[in-house]
């Protein structure tokens, strides 16, 4: 696709990846799973990149989900190292490029010291206007929801003056535009408690690919998909009659 294509497909404005796979990736090899995390963390900077190239505002990843603390303590030490690591290696170059971090979960059940690294790099690339892009990390969508009524109800809000818009300012994307394009890796097709309030309409692409392997040519093939769609939101087009 070259640039002038690029620039009459209609972009989403919020992109928000699952990024599956890495595990199986890793194995499919004959590594250890931490080794699929590696390389799944060195495919997010590309990503990014395209992203913002095309005109994509803001962008949602999924890192680690409430549901992973199941997983053995090993790998998920192992993902919480390779997330630090992320942040060490890569704040300053997405600062540059004056790219927004922003957090989504809940910072508190992690270890202090990552914590504080992604509070850093949330305050240092506060100010920044091109991208926003969300690290969804110890994040579930049953939470967040469940947060956003808790606070509802220790604010004194009464049931009669709950809207759609003030629920959503409860929410942990509030400012944000609700997802209209979701990305999923791995060759599994379903949400996994990602994002359920904010992806109501959302497009969604599954992709059989491992995300280690989900590039800058897939994610150009799957915003060319988005682009063909024609989006309803739940109404049914005019139709035209001779």
């Known amino acids: 696709?070259?640039?002038?294509?690029?620039?009459?497909?209609?972009?989403?404005?919020?992109?928000?990846?699952?990024?599956?796979?890495?595990?199986?990736?890793?194995?499919?090899?004959?590594?250890?799973?931490?080794?699929?995390?590696?390389?799944?963390?060195?495919?997010?900077?590309?990503?990014?990149?395209?992203?913002?190239?095309?005109?994509?505002?803001?962008?949602?990843?999924?890192?680690?989900s409430t549901e992973n603390w199941g997983r053995p303590r090993l790998e998920i030490d192992a993902i919480f190292r390779i997330g630090g690591q992320f942040i060490d290696e890569y704040l300053d170059e997405l600062n540059d490029k004056n790219i927004k971090l922003q957090h989504l979960g809940n910072l508190d059940s992690l270890p202090?010291?990552?914590?504080?690294?992604?509070?850093?790099?949330?305050?240092?690339?506060?100010?920044n206007e091109l991208m926003t892009v969300n690290l969804a990390f110890n994040y579930g969508a049953r939470m967040e929801i469940l947060e956003a009524v808790k606070s509802l109800i220790a604010d004194g809000v009464k049931p009669a003056d709950i809207k759609?818009?003030?629920?959503?300012?409860y929410l942990q994307t509030v400012g944000l535009p609700d997802v209209d394009f979701l990305i999923r890796t791995g060759g599994t097709e379903r949400f996994s408690n990602f994002l359920m309030w904010q992806s109501t309409y959302?497009?969604?692409?599954?992709?059989?690919?491992?995300?280690?392997?989900?590039?800058?040519?897939?994610?150009?093939?799957?915003?060319?998909?988005?682009?063909?769609?024609?989006?309803?939101?739940?109404?049914?087009?005019?139709?035209?009659?001779n």
């Not at 640039?3 to 972009?11: C, K, Y």
């Not at 759609?164 to 300012?169: N, V």
Request: proline letters at 3%.
């Open 202 to 241: 959302a497009e969604i692409y599954f992709s059989k690919l491992y995300w280690p392997d989900f590039g800058e040519q897939e994610i150009d093939e799957a915003l060319h998909e988005f682009s063909v769609r024609q989006r309803k939101f739940g109404l049914v087009p005019d139709i035209v009659t």
């Open 112 to 127: 202090t010291w990552l914590g504080k690294k992604v509070e850093k790099a949330v305050l240092k690339t506060r100010e």
């Open 1 to 64: 696709m070259n640039q002038n294509q690029q620039n009459q497909v209609s972009t989403p404005k919020h992109v928000a990846i699952i990024m599956d796979g890495n595990g199986r990736w890793a194995e499919a090899r004959g590594l250890a799973r931490k080794e699929g995390h590696k390389a799944g963390a060195q495919a997010i900077r590309p990503v990014i990149t395209k992203l913002g190239e095309r005109g994509v505002k803001c962008l949602s990843l999924f890192g680690f």
């Open 164 to 169: 759609e818009e003030l629920f959503e300012t």
